[in-house]
């Protein structure tokens, strides 16, 4: 195939124009494509990537198709073992095996390259489906076949420690049938762009076998297990029991649910696992299970649907027309619409819902899907459009549903259609306002240092930025986002591109320069707070866990007021992210996820050993500002320990004179028997500072003793500095606190499930342990750090000191002396005057910074800062007005603010428990526009008031 510059805008049209309109891809969106083929060579190579994964089923004839695509159902790839080197080069349930279409009766272990079928490991198991005449076979360990009274026992694992069915056979299948649909959606895509009937004859033959052999496929889940009753009604029962609250897997009569270990088996009834979030016919789990396959096959049958041969003779006769859309697609579409979800993977059926709705003239499965969509975007993404899962999460649910959007761009109701609720629909657009744009700008809006997702909740360590949203953005608004998107992939438009931007970036589209929307911010519904000093290559985010307390899902990790740290592009101070989603285990039987999500794992105070809440808990956020030099952010948890009555962390990074920047965390605890503030590094120890008392080997509790090894203690009598250095980057840890006790141990340096991860070297793991000394001590602690990451030689800091440590009021104050001045950091409960120093203040937090050249200070939620010939007064430390209304970003006030010009770039306090922060745009006596996202509905608006001064010596 040629791939020279406007090869494809000379190819010719060997059929006829379609007579009714592709509803998936649309006229305008095919030229488009075509346009972008002839200018583009990324858009060339798409193409050609394309009819090269063609090129074999090019060669093939129609016996081929009805040969490889098998009339038994398919099994799954999902939790199958290598039994040649499980334990040795891969782990148990997490076997990966290659499949070609050059060897089609094959798997190939990719660990080790055991071929399979193989005569060395047989499948001597038969699980049979009496009911609907089918039987699948499996692989059984010597010991399984040894002792078959506790077969069970002796088999293979998934999902934690659950016996599963490893079907070499079953894997084919799925492979096969994987394949077959994936090329029936690109050998009609080609179609679309070239007009090349070839393409479009094997696409057509290859959903005519699958719309014959789908009947027959029954309901299967990931973890083995086959329903042995017709499709239609498994679906049904399972969308009515999940819908009612009883097992998601439905309620079927006993062994009618099929397992090779008898699992999923209760006294009055069966169930098919966890129903359709791991179940389908011809695909389990992934994208919505059959949702996600039945729609690839929908846009298929869309785009050639109408095609004819120059003689005029129709490609799809009315009888084999009938068969893919009422046997496979309709079929298909009725079984899952039984499944209405919200979760990440059920999302993917308002998109099929919504294509066959359009394809077959049915507007209320179009409704359904508007309506499935809206519901999600309601009550799984908070208001400023973050989801409420994780940044990895949030990229996977796009995923899932992206196209649904695409589908109904446009659409309008039939003529003559009248719901029987609600109006009609007319030129329907999702993109130009509403939470689903902004839940596209969280995707960047978030973004960690080098264009990578912050590791927050399920989110594994190094995931690119999306580019997905970046390129709906760019072409569905253009404009800045197309510069947006230029940064985020590193190449201009012309250079690069991804199939979504083949079909949708105008072919003209031209970029504006900008940067990426990166700044120091409290994202007010996430419940994260991020600190970038004025840097790309910086973050500190302070993670309050989410707006909707009660939004909990299990890819949120126990982690309120966690901190992670990114220095020169660097991640330092870590979370460790996302080892598995399916109970990937350790070679020893421990899950790994465990340890990830656990809070013992993550960068904040621990208390009584034990883990933080998991329901009905979250943060307020309290102080948020930024002034040049300073920015800090300040929040409380409440429900995490049921047994604090404080549970509070201030952050505050400062910029040196040089542009580094160092930063303090203040963490105060209130309640409970033990608290330790627990902190870890990415990368090698290099130091402790004092180096006595030497470090002796110490016993640790139970929770502690699971996870990290080589414990050692330290008695310190003077404040404690560590030191890491992770590649290029140094970090030091000065903990300014005196505590009980401080333990050092080797703790976890594996991160994801691979048998290649499990053998990083351990990272270096501390905590600053108090311990109240009687049975009525109601213990506090308060810890003072800062924290300061630098490339070479020593650290810009000289050297750190508390200056006031006052348990009873709260009260914290450091020094910190650099070579050409010295800070003063000051966080308090009130606005009581106090003195530190050379500084005098009234308010909740005070900077100031003193030179040759003179003094600098910047006042937040206070009334009064002096130092030396310093002086900062302020009227009130917050102004609290009461809401009238809220309209889109404003707040309109009940009464007059006075001097709005005032308090523009400053935050604003809103909503009680839980309490969230804006940062404010614009305002007039009776109204504040915030910035970037939608207000909430309140009853008062607290604004945290503060000044900025500096002053030549």
Known sequence: MKTEHGFWARQPIHSTAHKEKAEMYKPDDIENARQNLSRYGWAQEIVNGWAQSVAFALQQDRAFFDTMIPELTPGTHYGQNCPHCVGKQSLMGGGLFDWHIDSPDEITCRACGAVYPNAQYPETGVLICPRMGQQFTYYETPEEVADPENRAKHALKWLGDRPTMTSFSGHIRDCKVSWARSQALTLAKLYAVTGEIGYAERAVWILDRIARVFPNYLYHSYDGSVADCPPAEVAANMGKEEAEGGPRGGRFPKDAICHAYDLHQFEDYSTLNNGFWGAGRMNVHGKGSDAGALYVLTVAYDLIRDTEYT?????????????????????????????????????????????????????????????????????????????????????????????????????????????????????????????????????TKMLAPGNRMPIIGDTQYDTEANLLSAEILTARLGGMHAGLLELIQGAPLSEKGGEYALWYRPYDLQSESTTLPLHTEWFPGWHVGVLRGGRDDT???????????????????????????????????????????????????????????????????????????????????????????????????????????????????????????????FFRTKGGRIHQYNFHCNGSPMGINPTTPSPQAVVLGDAWDMWLENPQAIAPQEPTTFTWQFRNVNLDLMLLNVPHRIILADAPGWRVGTPEELEKPAIRQIFAENCAENGNETLTSQYATVIAPYKAGNSPLLGARLLADDPGDGVLAIEVKLSDRTDYIISTKDQKERQFGPVTTAGQFAFVSVNDQGVQGYLLNGTELICDNLEISLTEAITTLKVQSVEKSVFHLAEALQNPQAVVGSYLLAGESPQTGFEIASATENAITVRDYPAITCDKVRILNSAWAHVAS
Not at 358 to 375: I, S, T, Y
Not at 634 to 662: F, H
């Open 311 to 443: 003689s005029g003779r129709r490609l799809i006769d009315r009888d084999t027309a009938r068969r893919i859309k009422e046997d496979l697609i309709l079929a298909g579409c009725v079984d899952m619409m039984h499944w209405n979800s919200l979760s990440n993977k059920g999302t993917a059926v308002f998109v099929l819902s919504a294509a066959v709705g359009m394809l077959l003239d049915h507007p209320q499965k179009v409704r359904h899907a508007l309506d499935g969509f809206n519901r999600m975007l309601a009550e799984r993404y908070h208001h400023d459009g973050f989801y409420s899962e994780s940044p990895s999460y949030s990229a996977h649910n796009l995923f899932n549903v992206h196209e649904l959007a695409d589908l109904l761009h446009g659409y309008s109701d039939p003529p003559g259609y009248q719901p029987e609720k609600g109006e009609r629909i007319e030129q329907l657009d999702m993109f130009s306002s509403g939470r689903y744009p902004l839940s596209l700008l969280s995707l």
């Open 539 to 665: 973050a500190l985010y302070l993670n309050g866990n989410e707006h909707q307390w009660t939004l909990q899902t299990s890819h949120r990790q126990q982690d309120i007021l966690s901190l992670s740290y990114y220095a020169y592009g660097e991640e330092l101070a870590s979370d460790r992210g996302y080892f598995s989603g399916s109970s990937q285990q350790l070679p020893d039987g421990r899950s790994g996820q465990i340890w990830v999500k656990s809070s013992l794992s993550h960068n904040l105070v621990v208390v009584d050993e034990e883990e933080q809440n998991n329901t009905a808990c979250g943060s307020n956020l309290e102080l948020f500002g930024t002034a040049p030099g300073i920015e800090v952010v300040q929040a409380s948890g409440v429900n995490v320990y049921p047994q604090c009555q404080e549970y509070r962390r201030t952050c505050a990074m400062v910029t040196t004179t040089q542009g580094q920047t160092y930063s303090v965390d």
